[in-house]
């Protein structure tokens, strides 16, 4: 069983220096930590191009030196990749033009996924596309703070059928495993409250109902 990770989870991870617990991650589970190339191009590549991400570019870049994660060439879906994130940039509009929800990285993760394989997307909108895409009409409202979305259903079953069932965790998952495990440091409530924030506030789509729940039931 791999674990496929989108360019959203690794950033959330890169921003508050858990990467290295990936690697202690990767020693208790028996499957591979995955990124396609899309996702190395917009996680390493561009990064490292750009002064403010530089370092987080190599530091991820530095699980792929050691065999934590590696990477797949995504060039045998490129024609799936891109009707998929067509169809899912689709199925809502304003005012007669589409939203544009998902980026090629989100969507490149997705044709690899076989039935027990878990995508890692912190990213809420490409999520609520796998997970629940009938909900994703009230999350959008909410979001842009307007009622005159209209959304596709023709599309919005259609993608429903073309994804079809798929395990999705986010980082926070991988953060509880670090926590539980004590790779973060000794085990208190204030700390797990403080990690959960913290990938909050750079990236990862948790809300502060959850992390109190996360805090009471594994802190």
């Known amino acids: 069983m791999a674990i496929y990770f989108d360019s959203s989870t690794l950033i959330s991870l890169?921003?508050?220096c858990n990467l290295p617990?990936?690697?202690?991650?990767?020693t208790l589970y028996d499957g591979d930590f995955v990124m396609t190339k899309t996702v190395h191009n917009e996680t390493i590549d561009k990064a490292m191009r750009i002064e403010r991400f530089k370092y987080e570019a190599y530091r991820l870049k530095s699980l792929?030196?050691?065999?934590?994660?590696?990477?797949?060439?995504?060039?045998?879906?490129?024609?799936?990749?891109?009707?998929?994130m067509n169809l899912m940039n689709s199925c809502f509009y304003i005012r007669?033009?589409?939203?544009?929800?998902?980026?090629?990285?989100?969507?490149?993760?997705?044709p690899?996924?076989?039935?027990?394989?878990?995508?890692?997307?912190?990213?809420?909108?490409?999520?609520?596309?796998?997970?629940?895409?009938?909900?994703?009409l009230d999350l959008l409202r909410h979001k842009l703070h307007t009622t005159r979305i209209v959304p596709d259903e023709g599309n919005l079953a259609r993608v429903k059928r073309e994804i079809g069932k798929l395990n999705v965790i986010r980082s926070t998952e991988l953060a509880l495993v670090a926590y539980e495990k004590g790779f973060v440091g000794n085990k208190n409530k204030?700390?797990?409250n403080g990690l959960l924030w913290a990938l909050k506030l750079n990236g990862c789509a948790i809300s502060s109902k959850e992390i109190r729940n996360y805090v009471n039931k594994y802190g």
């Open 64 to 84: 792929l030196d050691d065999g934590v994660i590696i990477v797949k060439d995504d060039k045998q879906y490129a024609g799936r990749i891109k009707e998929l």
């Open 112 to 136: 690899f996924a076989k039935k027990n394989d878990v995508l890692a997307i912190d990213e809420r909108t490409t999520r609520f596309f796998i997970e629940s895409p009938e909900e994703l």
């Open 96 to 110: 007669d033009r589409p939203l544009k929800l998902v980026q090629p990285g989100e969507v490149s993760i997705i």
């Open 21 to 26: 617990h990936l690697k202690e991650i990767k």
């Open 190 to 192: 204030d700390l797990f």
């Open 14 to 16: 890169a921003l508050t």
